[in-house]
């Protein structure tokens, strides 16, 4: 077989790339010398963790069988156009590893969507993510299953939300479909934002987990090193089975901020919700990095629902090549292929336009031509 050569730094010019690699070794020397120190500290960091009586093992908890679970995620895209911009959005629910299989009543559909033309505005894509988080709210909240693993943080809806709310509502964004559509979804995905913060339902865990993360809820309780999050010093310190107890969520400086008039009732319960949340971070394998764990205080209190969601955890991160739970790294596979099909997308539009259009075709091709450099496969 012919062997093909690929370069990993595409099209960047010859001196650039030699550039670059000359700072490897700066980088990495910089990044051993980090692995180092925190080696060195390992013992002197876990006996705080101990004294502070902060660690717990998954093997203290009820043994309860692999529970039932989906994960849930969305993306968006803007495709900008010489005429318009295409917007796209999407939210998936995606059922775990198998078995268990839910077997209660699963609303269809799985999925929401929405594509639509609009003018070019800057702040159509602020607004585009609020419609994308709402639509994740929802499916979270209408799933069945055990434990439903939300990707992101829990406070990310209502940053997102908030940032979308304000722009729609400028007087010269009113009009726009994507506005529209905002206001329309916006008392559903808010009902059901508070409905997954409270978590007051026993047979079903709503639990966040952020991939990336700069809280340091712990190293500020037990006075660590500035320089490392959380979840970078914890990946090292726990061995596999090992948890953190349930600590307060770190509060912004700043009271939680969202309004939206419709909706007080339900908003003031989110604000009020948002206050009471409580984290764990759990190493369910050698494998895994540590996981950061989001939930409300209902949750965080009862013991089997925690043995509940580690069970989850454990057999959902049952492959060394994943690194999350496996229905939240399918969920984030699907829709991340999303701002690549826009392209293909257009091009079918391109199409139909073209088969309908009376006039001059290259006016099609130049109006639905894109702003970008398209990358050449």
């Known amino acids: 077989m012919e062997n093909i050569n690929v370069n990993p730094f595409g099209d960047l010019p010859q001196a650039l790339v030699e550039e670059m690699l000359s700072k490897s070794q700066e980088v990495g020397d910089a990044l051993l010398h980090v692995s180092r120190e925190v080696q060195s500290k390992r013992a002197a960091l ?19 069988m692999p529970p ?15 005429s318009v911009d295409i917007l796209a959005a999407a939210a998936v629910a995606l059922e775990g590893l198998t078995p268990p299989s839910e077997k209660r009543y699963w609303e269809d559909p799985h999925h929401h969507a929405y594509v639509k033309n609009e003018k070019h505005d800057a702040e159509t894509y ?44 400028v007087s010269r964004n009113t009009d726009m479909a994507v506005s529209k559509k905002l206001f329309e979804i916006l008392p559903e995905a808010l009902k059901a934002y508070q409905e997954v913060l409270a978590s007051t339902r026993t047979d079903k865990s709503w639990v966040a987990m952020p991939k990336y993360t700069t809280h340091r809820e712990i190293g500020i309780q037990l006075g660590w090193d500035q320089s490392y999050d959380d979840r970078a010093l914890l990946t090292f310190l726990l061995n596999p089975g090992e948890l953190t107890k349930p600590i307060e969520f770190e509060q912004p400086d700043e009271p939680w901020h969202l309004t939206y008039e419709p909706c007080e009732k339900e908003i003031e319960a989110i604000k009020n919700s948002l206050t009471k949340l409580r ?10 990095p540590a996981l950061r764990i989001e939930m409300g205080p209902s949750i965080a209190s009862n013991d089997y629902q925690v043995a509940t ?19 939240l790294f399918i969920a984030d596979r699907m829709v991340k292929s999303l701002g690549g099909a826009l392209p293909t997308f257009r091009s079918v539009v391109t199409r ?7 006039g001059d075709m290259g006016e099609i091709f130049l109006s639905m031509h894109g702003y970008r450099t398209e990358k050449i496969k």
């Open 46 to 64: 876990r006996k705080n963790l101990e004294d502070h009586r902060l660690l717990r093992r998954d093997s203290e908890f009820a043994v309860v």
């Open 68 to 82: 039932t679970t989906c994960g849930v995620d969305g993306a968006c895209a803007k495709e900008e156009l010489l």
């Open 126 to 169: 602020t607004i585009l993510r609020g419609i994308m988080i709402g639509m994740e709210q929802i499916l979270a909240q209408k799933a069945p299953h055990d434990v439903i693993f939300i990707d992101g943080s829990l406070t990310t809806p209502l940053i997102f939300l908030n940032q979308a709310i304000g722009k729609a509502s």
């Open 279 to 288: 984290i764990i971070y759990y190493k369910p394998h050698d494998w895994v």
């Open 309 to 327: 969601i580690l069970q989850a955890i454990k057999y959902q991160c049952s492959s060394p090549s994943i690194f999350e739970p496996y229905p």
């Open 352 to 358: 139909q336009m073209a088969e309908n259009y009376e």
